[in-house]
């Protein structure tokens, strides 16, 4: 496969990132039915204020999934047993809703000092398997932290902050599997270092094959560093390290991309999608990253929305980060034209 | 301009315990639910419906929810499972015509055309995926969730994300390259 194709697969799913997206009245007409078929006032204040726990629903609404039943496993049966882990986090979130009705009647039948015997004696073993585990890891942790490859020196707190250059210039698509080594690469750590150079290669689909295996090599040279033990632990890639560092890195190329989202709703003037790629941008982005640009995008869609005090607000901040700004230009037209001052 | 700290992250055993406003979720996260079901392969025809599915079980769970992981990957794992559900539907109604992924692109009004045309070759390779592997392609390659965020929305371990994102963007390469020349 040539590096043409591959970047050409690569723009296709960026081309599909910009097109695939909702008009702003299907958010409205949607919230509305939602009301409608909660019940009137269920998303009113007063519910929310107690935690949303709305107890009536409309009978007729159709069965949301249950995934305690509906959900099969979706570990692969491909996958080697070492490699499959628990369902956490959302899935757990998203599906162990227990049903109160269900438990007590299938408890119903047991005695109260059995079924409370059982309660404590499951919250035992809970407690202490999440003890050993919880142990385990910290001890772990000292290990890797007091190793000589782990102390970092040099390192710019800017390129801590935001990933650096070289992770952002990860190209559109890779970004998933191929971010986070490059992001958390140490600068005095050659191997990984040599994972995250190979990871771009693979990302440009110029020698794919040739990058996994310099991956590879990468990986078990950082082993030892970063483990002295052996089998299933000391296999794993050391992906499961970097993916909390990861989680939290957002780099310049998926703010660009939203802030296009915006803009893109912009020129069609939908203000209210603007401005909710534009809320997605600022939750997740770093303050500073393209701070200009946001402002100024956001003074257009609050105009947009004819909420010109808003505009003005975001204006003032525009004029606060850089009264200097370049793309004063920009706002040129708009609600808030009379207020930007000419130098 | 919003905080970083989203107060839509705030769970219970968070140091914030403030309830969450549910409008303020649906404002900023019904495209995000919206992009996500229509790229699992929810049909147009069923799509407002899916979304307010979606809206209707997360208001349900919200006081449920624990804030252990992120907003987004809970909408999505909510997504999966609805999608599941459709598409077991979909297939055991005899009656109804399974959802064509083509039909509801064309003529989609939303989509510009380069972007429509690209949507309608990767909804063909989406379609080829199982659900697993559809769910990982959307969220790491179209809606660009890290692998830690895929891990937890899909329940596998993050090293199999790794693994299978790096094969899934091998395979939808291939496919691609031989599926090009198509109108």
């Known amino acids: 496969m040539s590096e043409e194709e591959a970047l050409w697969a690569d723009e296709l799913l960026a081309r599909v990132r910009g097109a ?125 932290n007091t190793h000589p490859s782990r102390v970092t020196s040099g390192v710019d707190p800017a390129s801590e902050r935001i990933p650096s250059a070289s992770a952002s210039s990860v190209s559109a698509s890779s970004a998933s599997s191929s971010r986070a080594p490059a992001a958390t690469a140490q600068p005095d750590d050659s191997a990984a ?98 701070l200009e640009e946001r402002l100024v995008t956001r003074t257009l869609a609050e105009c947009t929305l004819g909420d010109v005090a808003a505009a003005r607000q975001t204006l003032r901040q525009l004029e606060q980060a850089n009264p200097e700004s370049i793309y004063r230009a920009r706002l040129e037209g708009s609600c808030v034209a009379g207020l930007v001052p000419h130098r | 301009m919003q905080s970083e700290s989203s107060p839509a992250l705030a769970g219970p055993g968070s140091a914030s315990s403030a309830p969450l406003p549910f409008r303020e979720l649906y404002e900023n996260y019904f495209a995000f639910t919206w992009r996500s079901l229509r790229y699992l392969g929810v049909p147009e025809a069923q799509l407002d419906d899916a979304v307010q599915d979606l809206w209707i079980a997360a208001h349900r769970r919200l006081p449920d929810f624990q804030g252990r992981s992120d907003i987004k990957t809970w909408l999505f794992g909510i997504a999966i499972n609805l999608q599941r559900n459709l598409h077991r539907r979909a297939r055991r109604a005899v009656s109804v015509p399974l ?85």
């Open chain 1, 20 to 144: 695939v997206e909702p008009h702003s009245e299907d958010a409205a007409r949607n919230l509305s039915r939602i009301e409608a078929r909660l019940g009137a006032g269920a998303l009113e204040p007063s519910s929310e204020a107690e935690g949303g726990a709305i107890s009536t629903h409309d009978a007729s609404e159709p069965p949301v999934p249950t995934p305690s039943a509906t959900r099969p496993s979706m570990a692969d049966p491909g996958e080697p047993a070492s490699r499959q882990g628990p369902a956490l986090g959302a899935l757990a979130n998203a599906g162990a809703r227990i049903d109160a009705s269900s438990v007590s009647t299938r408890w119903g039948g047991l005695a109260s000092p059995l079924r409370f015997g059982l309660v404590l004696a499951f919250g035992l073993v809970t407690g202490v398997v999440g003890y050993l585990i919880g142990r385990t890891e910290t001890q772990h942790e000292a290990r890797e």
């Open chain 1, 193 to 290: 270092r040599t994972l995250a150079d190979t990871s771009r290669e693979s990302s440009s689909g110029s020698s794919s094959s040739s990058a996994i295996g310099k991956a590879r090599v990468a990986r078990r040279a950082k082993r030892p560093a970063s483990s002295s033990g052996s089998g299933a632990a000391a296999a794993m890639p050391a992906a499961p390290a970097a993916s909390t560092a990861e989680s939290d890195a957002f780099d310049l190329r998926e703010a660009l991309e939203l802030l296009r989202r915006a803009e893109a709703a912009l020129r069609r003037a939908d203000g209210l999608q603007a401005r909710m790629w534009l809320d997605d941008l600022d939750r997740r982005a770093p303050a500073q990253l393209l």
């Open chain 2, 99 to 183: 959802p064509s992924v083509l039909e509801s692109s064309v003529g989609d009004p939303l989509l510009e055309r380069e972007g429509q045309e690209a949507w309608v070759l990767v909804q063909k390779f989406v379609a080829s995926l199982d659900d697993v592997r559809r769910a990982i392609f959307v969220a790491s390659l179209l809606e660009g969730l890290s692998p830690a965020e895929t891990a937890e929305a899909t329940g596998l371990d993050v090293p199999t994300i790794y693994h299978r994102v790096r094969s899934l963007r091998q395979s939808f390469r291939q496919w691609a390259a031989a599926h090009r020349d198509e109108p």
